[in-house]
């Protein structure tokens, strides 16, 4: 059993990532996504321990897209393309998870082991905002395999979401370093600049 977190642990969360003035700036595209966790951090705080699962999954989501539709425009430094996800209709369209993990997977910021973290986190937070659900679903399961099965209890552990929110924050961290350096737009290198 992993010792209790105290609220010093995590304050630090937030305070650790923004202090970077190559995550957080003022014009950083992920804004939105650093406000959703901070929250989550707040709830973790107060012991919303379900809804800090679901505000994890939240800025990651938000994170990613952000991350994707958003490139460096080249007039001026702080200056942001907004490439809408639009349908054949010409209206913006939703963008399902599978279509920004493949995203992200294709634009290699990640590690095949930090996309499974980041599925994860995503699982913790569904089932925080499905719990009943789920829930329902665990039992029939339990039952139906006399207590032999391996379904996982869908109920959020401190623990767990502990580790989600350590988590969330080095994800924010990295695509916020990656849309600052902008890492996903390669031909917008200066000439003799090498890209990771």
């Keep these: 059993m992993a010792a209790p977190v105290d609220e010093t642990q995590v304050q630090a969360l937030w305070a650790d990532l923004i202090k970077s003035p190559n995550v ?4 950083t595209p992920l804004l939105g996504a650093f406000d959703i966790f901070s929250d989550a951090v707040k709830a973790f705080g ?23 539709v958003y490139s460096k ?8 393309l907004i490439h809408f996800p639009l349908g054949l209709d010409g ?3 939703d963008i399902p998870w599978s279509e920004l993990r493949g995203g992200m ?14 599925d994860r986190i995503r ?10 659900a789920k829930h329902l679903k665990w039992i029939h399961g339990a039952i139906r395999s006399r207590g032999q099965g391996n379904r996982p209890n869908p109920w959020s552990l401190p623990t767990e979401t502990w580790e989600d929110l350590q988590r969330t924050r080095r994800v924010l ?3 916020g370093v990656a849309i600052y350096e902008d890492k996903k737009n390669p031909e917008s290198a200066r000439p003799g600049e090498e890209r990771a």
């Design 91 to 93: 209206k913006m369209r």
């Design 24 to 27: 957080h700036w003022p014009e």
């Design 105 to 118: 997977k294709e634009s290699g910021i990640f590690s095949s082991a930090e996309l499974r973290e980041i």
């Design 73 to 80: 425009s080249e007039r001026a430094a702080n200056e942001w």
């Design 173 to 175: 961290e990295r695509l």
């Design 123 to 132: 699982e913790h937070g569904n089932a925080a905002a499905h719990l009943i």
């Design 46 to 68: 107060a012991n919303a321990i379900r809804g800090a699962a679901i505000l994890c999954r939240a800025s990651i989501d938000g994170a990613c897209l952000l991350f994707l």
